[in-house]
């Protein structure tokens, strides 16, 4: 049995330097989503119904492309810190939670990067 002294016993399990950065962007993320929602929401709506030429006019305008591109990149950013902190927060096994976050990275990206190239697709060919 080895006795330690209760400052010995935490030494080095302290904060990783990582966790002020992780809130304010997370923060920051969501306070952005909810103007860039509004704005992508209304023309979106709009569309609904009309087609592949109603969607095609819709998001061939610059500021409606521009306003779904940050909407769908900040969406994904924002929903990668989010399930990164579930992750984080409740998978006990260290291998799986590697393989899960990875996961999450990865799909995230693909999400994101996938929804930025339609739109841009969409607008620089109307």
Request: with cysteine.
């Given at each position: ?9 935490v030494?080095g ?30 023309p979106?709506v ?25 909407f ?5 950013h ?5 399930v ?37 697709k ?5």
């Amino acid at each position: 049995m080895q006795f330690q002294t209760d400052r010995n016993r935490v030494q080095g399990l302290g904060s990783a330097k990582e966790g002020v950065g992780h809130w304010w962007t997370t923060r920051i993320t969501s306070v952005a989503l909810v103007p860039l929602t509004l704005l992508f929401i209304f023309p979106f709506v709009n569309t609904l119904g009309g087609g592949y030429e109603a969607v095609f006019d819709t998001y061939g305008h610059p500021l409606n492309a521009i306003i779904a591109i940050l909407f769908i990149g900040v969406s994904a950013h924002h929903l990668m810190q989010g399930v990164q902190v579930v992750i984080e927060d409740y998978v006990p096994n260290k291998g799986i939670r590697t393989g899960a976050l990875l996961a999450n990275t990865l799909i995230c990206w693909a999400l994101g990067l996938t929804g930025v190239f339609a739109i841009a697709k969409i607008a620089f060919t109307a």
